[in-house]
């Protein structure tokens, strides 16, 4: 191959992976942490419960998730009947919603997504957990009318869904600044925020509750995670005792060997 | 045929248990002491050794947790997903022996990497285990089928676009692709029908030929024996009664020892299922969580983890590489072939063909390069572009079998090797590990550049074989194994 030829395809990769980088900053900020504190806090993750099932099973679905399910963060079948029920009467129903898929399309320009395992889904290497991503998601909303619902989002460019929590929220707007990157001008987030109008919670407010249905969607995503450690725990235990045993049964019979 | 045994009258009741089996079915008693209590194997295994008894335990594992799966799972497009969800969270320990089957899927790939790795230093592919390894590397591409087929049955994004991806690769080989592809998807993308049969596929046809190849390795290792550490033939020093001086019984011996294996083996395993099932999104990839869209692919698809070493073969090849590839293989044949004892129509046949091959694609490809042109790998391959890429990957498979012969060395194993070829075989595993990180990494020309130099290597650590395994300083190989008491 021609020397020339290599520098030229080289030359074009260096430019596509700059092309790449830019586009990677473009996918949405950093995110921040998701407090995990939050996923052993009852009160917390019922409290979640409330906001799912009040602001977001409406739209998006979680079709996986029954709802007496919600025994395992400490719900009687009779505080999920009073309280959470709004789409069946059966607490063994799983949280379904009846928007036609084809009316979605058309509202919001695709079906929105169900939620039962969102936030596993989210995840990615380098990036952070899928509840950090829900957290940031939820908290980083703002006006911007050249899109078709007034709302954009930092974390998720371009978003299809309006800001569901904004009279929580209210209206805020993230400060840019000029910056040239790569030889190019380009509007960067300062991680500085702007209130335009303010919403019926305080920031601090509106983050433990963001926090609380994260940590919902967290738990939704996998019930039996908890368990599932608590079980490990007693299965390693056993191993080791096992292993201590297994050790001098072998120590015992290799000792004839010479 | 056994004779008929009576025991005197008041014999123990288990003797007479004993008895009235072993007059009924010898055979299972001539068999557990041909492989279990009078199989004679070395007594100088090491901490390598475990990894054969693990892979079978492994292999277990993924049998009777797929059974129950099955059991719940639904092999339909449209019922996939919700079902797999359904075994998570309302199958009582459902997610228990999911999570088994897809830790057990990686352990696989990890316990027959390190399994296979032992063979590679010790030598345990030589004369007369030839076999022995043959088997095991077709082990290790049903393994491949097996996983990559079931790892389409989750039905998520990766899933799809996973097998999106691999099925098209068929479609590069000339002539037939198009058809085969085709075959293998039973639709025109993948869909239902893709599903359908590789379900059918992993749960009965693959497993069938799995269990029957490990049952061949097996036999045909007990016929040769098992080799060891030290590269020596125990069956050359036997006592009075024949039994191989340095061989003990399998059976107490190395169950006792495989026990204390498997418990060790089990607690990094458990560690893994219960607190990390996901081990940062390379056992279950965090795209997988999205269920299959055909019309959304994922800005970045990459095999799982275990496939990642061939991932990047392939991805290595490009316009860029082929030259080089090409060079090599000459040089390479002319190193091998040229002093070899081959009779002289077999070399002439081979010069002929290489030589129509060179100019036939070679030469276009180099003029064409110089002056400027860019031949891309149309000119070059004659095929499509993705075909070589598909072979090279093929090849870093299937170049395993002819190990055996590949390999000049006097000595088996590598205790007894110059002590430069040890860091021949670390480049291998530096090399091998590099390339796995490479395939999970999306492209770019510094990494597509370290992925060619070692396709290169890898490629050159086998193709040379035969001239770098026979230089050097060999060190004098001991009659008997090394061995200190416990």
């Known amino acids: 191959m021609a020397m020339h030829d290599m520098i030229k395809n080289f030359i074009a990769g260096v430019l596509l992976l700059v092309a790449g980088a830019v586009h990677a900053a473009g996918d949405g900020i950093a995110w921040d942490r998701f407090p995990t504190q939050k996923m052993s806090d009852r009160a917390a993750l019922q409290d979640g419960a409330r906001t799912f099932v009040n602001y977001c099973l409406n739209c998006h679905a979680a079709a996986f998730m029954r709802f007496n399910r919600m025994r395992d963060i400490g719900l009687s079948d009779e505080q999920i009947k009073n309280n959470l029920l709004f789409t069946t009467d059966k607490v063994g129903e799983t949280m379904k919603i009846s928007m036609d898929p084809k009316q979605a399309k058309e509202w919001f320009g695709g079906v929105p997504p169900d939620l039962s395992v969102i936030a596993r889904s989210r995840a990615a290497v380098g990036k952070g957990s899928g509840a950090d991503y829900l957290y940031t998601y939820l908290r980083t909303y703002y006006r911007d009318d050249t899109k078709p619902t007034g709302w954009n989002n930092l974390a998720y460019p371009n978003v299809g869904m309006p800001h569901v929590l904004w009279e929580w929220q209210g209206e805020r707007r993230p400060v840019f600044e000029q910056r040239t990157e790569h030889g190019n001008p380009a509007d960067v987030y300062t991680g500085r925020w702007e209130t335009v109008k303010a919403g019926t919670m305080d920031p601090v407010a509106y983050d433990d509750r963001v926090a609380n249905l994260v940590a919902f969607m967290q738990w939704m995503g996998e019930p039996v995670q908890k368990s599932r450690v608590q079980i490990g725990v007693w299965v390693l235990l056993f191993l080791a005792v096992f292993t201590v045993v297994a050790w001098f049964l072998n120590a015992a019979y290799w000792k004839n060997i010479k | ?486």
């Not at chain 2, 997988?288 to 090849?317: C, E, G, M, Q």
């Not at chain 2, 130099?453 to 086998?462: R, V």
């Open chain 2, 1 to 486: 045929m056994a004779e008929f045994k009576e025991l005197p009258a008041g014999s123990p009741v288990t003797a007479q248990v004993t008895n009235w089996f072993e007059n009924r079915f010898p055979t299972a008693f001539a068999e557990y002491k041909k492989h279990l209590s009078e199989y004679y194997a070395p007594k100088n295994f090491n901490f390598w050794y475990f990894f054969g008894s693990l892979a079978l335990l492994v292999l277990v594992i993924q049998i009777v947790t797929g059974i129950f799966l099955v059991m719940h799972y639904k092999p339909d497009a449209a019922l996939a997903f919700a079902s797999v969800e359904y075994i998570m969270r309302d199958v009582p320990g459902g997610w228990l022996i999911r999570y088994m089957h897809s830790t057990g899927a990686s352990a696989f790939f990890i316990v027959v990497y390190l399994h296979m790795f032992r063979g590679l230093i010790y030598g345990s592919y030589r004369k007369p285990r030839e076999l022995v390894w043959i088997f095991g590397v077709a082990i290790f591409l049903c393994l491949m089928a097996e996983a990559f087929m079931g790892y389409l049955l989750p039905w998520g994004q990766m899933s799809y676009w996973g097998a999106q991806v691999i099925i098209n690769l068929f479609a590069a080989i000339p002539f037939v692709g198009g058809d085969l592809a085709l075959l293998i998807r039973g639709d025109y993308v993948v869909g239902d029908a893709t599903l359908n049969r590789f379900f059918a596929l992993h749960v009965i046809a693959v497993p069938l030929v799995l269990i029957g190849l490990v049952v061949a390795h097996l036999l045909a290792l007990h016929d040769v024996g098992s080799n060891n550490p030290d590269g020596v033939e125990i069956k050359a020093k036997k006592d009075a009664s024949g039994k191989p001086l340095d061989g003990i019984p399998f059976h107490p011996y190395y169950t006792v020892h495989d026990i204390l294996g498997v418990s060790v083996f089990l607690i990094i395993f458990s560690a893994i299922v219960f607190f990390a099932p996901e081990m940062g999104g390379y056992f279950l990839e965090f795209n997988n969580f999205i269920p299959a869209d055909p019309l959304k692919t994922p800005a970045h698809i990459a095999p799982v983890w275990y496939f990642t070493p061939y991932y990047s073969l392939l991805r290595a090849t490009t316009s860029v590489l082929m030259p080089f590839l090409w060079v090599g293989l000459v040089l390479i044949g002319l190193s091998l072939v040229r002093p070899s004892r081959l009779p002289a129509m077999v070399k002439t046949t081979y010069w002929g063909l290489m030589a129509l091959l060179f100019f036939l694609f070679g030469v276009p490809a180099i003029v064409l390069g110089w002056m400027g042109i860019d031949p891309g790998m149309k000119v070059l391959a004659g095929f499509d572009a993705k075909f070589w890429g598909v072979v090279m990957m093929g090849a870093g498979v299937l170049i395993l079998f002819f190990l055996p012969w590949l390999d000049h060395s006097p000595v088996k194993s590598i205790r007894y090797r110059p002590s430069w070829h040890k860091y021949v075989y670390g480049g291998f595993v530096v090399t091998f590990l590099v390339l796995g990180w490479l395939g999970v990494e999306s492209v770019s020309p510094a990494k597509t550049l370290l992925a060619q130099i070692g396709t290169i290597y890898y490629f050159g650590f086998f193709l040379l074989m035969p001239w770098w395994s026979r230089l050097g300083e060999f060190k004098p190989v001991p009659e008997r194994v090394v061995f200190q008491p416990h």
